[in-house]
């Protein structure tokens, strides 16, 4: 059903309701990441997906260009000069009314069912962690929609089975593992691949399009904001990979499992329903001042970049572990 007349651009009052316009418009459309870049390319215009995620998940007003291909896309070439004067209308108010009320807004809107990553006994874990984040913690991530850098002001949730399976790993750990995990980072960090250290684990499209929400993917450091990232214990030795969006809220990474999608990192609004890793550290550089990390989960599986490429866009992915620098990490506080 064509509901195109739902939505008057002129009435938004700041950034905030006008970017709520625009994912309103692609949602009613229902249409895709994907096929937005199909029907542009199809008019002979540009329209990257991951263009796209920017513009729709951040707290920007998009270039003008970038608007006019996206209206056209969405099938509103007609109406393109009344978003065109929307659009100029809210860049010309003040940034703080853009930002006094920006709202919460879930960094995976449907839950589809998961198989689970290890056993089948995750299906009862998932089935209570599945609960949106804005109802399991009251609309707000440890306090507030940024949090408080290394401060976690909500007990974590049990782990899941894949965090219980990633803490058994190995028993026999030497006292120089234990002290490394123990000291891993807190408050807001950057992870980078230690192959690509230019490049930060963040928020992305798969490059090949099997998948159309938001994954973990590298990208440009300066690429990451308003996104921030921090490891939350979730057990002994255990912690899950979370990020903290003014307009998302909190998100962390759970491994796909099955389909186009396997291996590949998603953001969960319930972080009970995240996967926990067991994150080594081992020196590195000259006198072993710095740290390499591996993100591991049952002891023959870690993170690593998909293909151990090194430019912007490559996934991250769950992969057998092989000991290679693609599979090595560096943490550090974020900027």
Not at 2 to 24: I, Q, S
Not at 50 to 73: C, K
Not at 129 to 144: D, F, I, K, Q, R
Request: charged letters at 25%; hydrophobic letters at 35%.
């Amino acid at each position: 059903m064509d509901n195109r007349g739902n939505t008057d651009p002129a009435t938004a009052r700041d950034v905030t309701e006008f970017l709520a316009m625009l994912r309103d418009l692609k949602e009613r459309r229902g249409l895709t990441y994907r096929q937005l870049e199909q029907r542009a390319a199809e008019q002979g215009e540009v329209l990257a997906r991951s263009t796209l995620a920017d513009v729709l998940g951040g707290r920007r007003l998009p270039r003008p260009e970038v608007l006019a291909v996206y209206i056209r896309a969405c099938g509103e070439g007609e109406r393109l000069a009344a978003w065109l004067e929307a659009r100029e209308n809210v860049a010309a108010k003040p940034a703080a009314d853009a930002a006094a009320t920006l709202p919460e807004r879930p960094w995976h809107r449907r839950l589809p069912p998961r198989a689970p990553l290890l056993i089948a006994a995750a299906a009862a874990l998932v089935a209570v962690g599945a609960t949106a984040w804005a109802l399991a913690s009251g609309g707000s991530p440890t306090g507030s929609a940024a949090g408080t850098p290394g401060q976690h002001g909500t007990p974590a949730e049990a782990p899941t089975p894949d965090q219980r399976q990633a803490g058994r790993g190995d028993d026999t750990a030497t006292g120089a593992r234990a002290g490394a995990q123990r000291a891993v980072p807190a408050g807001w960090i950057r992870i980078r691949p230690a192959a690509a250290p230019a490049l930060c684990v963040t928020e992305g499209l798969a490059q090949d399009g099997r998948y159309d929400d938001l994954v973990a993917v590298q990208r440009p450091c300066g690429d990451v904001a308003p996104q921030r990232t921090r490891l939350e214990p979730a057990g002994t030795h255990i912690h899950r990979i979370s990020w903290v969006h003014p307009g998302r809220g909190r998100g962390c990474l759970k491994v796909l499992s099955g389909g186009p999608a396997d291996g590949l990192l998603e953001p969960r609004d319930a972080c009970s329903e995240a996967s926990g890793f067991r994150i080594e550290g081992k020196p590195s550089g000259t006198g072993g001042k710095h740290t390499r990390y591996v993100f591991r989960t049952d002891g023959q599986q870690c993170l690593g970049i998909r293909d151990s490429r090194t430019t912007p866009g490559a996934e991250v992915m769950l992969q057998r572990c092989t000991g290679g620098t693609a599979q090595e990490f560096l943490i550090d506080a974020a900027p």
